[in-house]
């Protein structure tokens, strides 16, 4: 049984930076990692995704250049470090990996999703 355990949430202050982390286990691969928000009222969007195989990385404009994410194959974790965060960051943060040909930003294709790590960004 597959499951993805995220951490690292929590309340910052705007300006301030946070790191989440997903473990995955029972996973033996998935091509494509990603972070998904959601916030209250609003559709989920794509934070950032990875493809497992070349590293290559992908962003939301919104977040370019104050989020990176990154992928322990070994360990099977994805990390998505957040700097200059600004209370429009505000969302719940979901980790999702799938077995993609295409690393959709959409989240579609997605096969597992975590449970979800709660960011607050306060002004």
């Known amino acids: 049984q597959v499951q993805l355990v995220e951490s690292g949430g929590g309340s910052v202050q705007a300006g301030g930076s946070l790191r989440l982390s997903c473990a995955a286990s029972g996973l033996t691969y998935s091509s494509c990692m990603g972070w998904f928000r959601q916030a209250p009222g609003k559709e989920r969007e794509g934070v950032a995704v990875i493809r497992s195989s070349s590293g290559s990385t992908y962003y939301a404009d919104s977040v370019k250049g104050r989020f990176t994410i990154s992928q322990d194959n070994a360990k099977n974790t994805v990390s998505l470090q957040m700097s200059s965060l600004k209370p429009e960051d505000t969302a719940m943060y979901y980790c999702?990996?799938?077995?993609?040909?295409?690393?959709?930003?959409?989240?579609?294709?997605?096969?597992?999703w975590g449970q979800g790590t709660q960011v607050t960004v306060s002004s």
């Open positions: 999702a990996a799938g077995d993609l040909f295409t690393c959709s930003m959409t989240g579609r294709g997605f096969a597992y």
